[in-house]
């Protein structure tokens, strides 16, 4: 069974930090690029990040240039969002998202988590 488990969410103050952690389990982790989404209270989902298998390409939303860092960590299945200087509009609902091949050259497997909570409030 495919799985992907977002933790590391809360409740933080205003310019502080936070660290989202996804876990896969059920595919082949290294083959796949890793992505972070988000969505606000609402709104629409919103691309955060992406980071290719070997960590060789690192992608950014302009407006997160700088605050969010991703990562991740092919042995233990595992990619994190680094997320400093925090803002009340970061608040939402964090999702880990992975693309990667699929059974023939043409398809490709898309796995969703089902997401963390950020509130980013005083």
């Known amino acids: 069974e495919v799985q992907l488990v977002e933790s590391g969410g809360g409740l933080v103050q205003p310019g502080r930090s936070l660290t989202l952690s996804c876990t896969a389990s059920?595919?082949?982790?290294?083959?796949?690029?890793m992505s972070w989404i988000r969505q606000a209270p609402g709104k629409g989902l919103e691309w955060i990040s992406s980071?290719?298998?070997?960590?060789?390409?690192?992608y950014y939303a302009e407006s997160m240039k700088g605050r969010f860092s991703i990562s991740r960590d092919n042995a233990n299945n595992t990619v994190f969002l680094q997320m400093n200087s925090l803002k009340p509009e970061d608040t939402g609902v964090y999702y880990c998202?992975?693309?990667?091949?699929?059974?023939?050259?043409?398809?490709?497997?898309?796995?969703w988590g089902q997401g963390t909570q950020v509130t980013v409030s005083s």
């Open positions: 998202n992975a693309i990667g091949p699929g059974k023939s050259e043409t398809s490709v497997n898309v796995y």
């Open positions: 059920g595919f082949d982790f290294g083959d796949y690029a």
């Open positions: 980071i290719s298998w070997n960590s060789g390409s690192k």
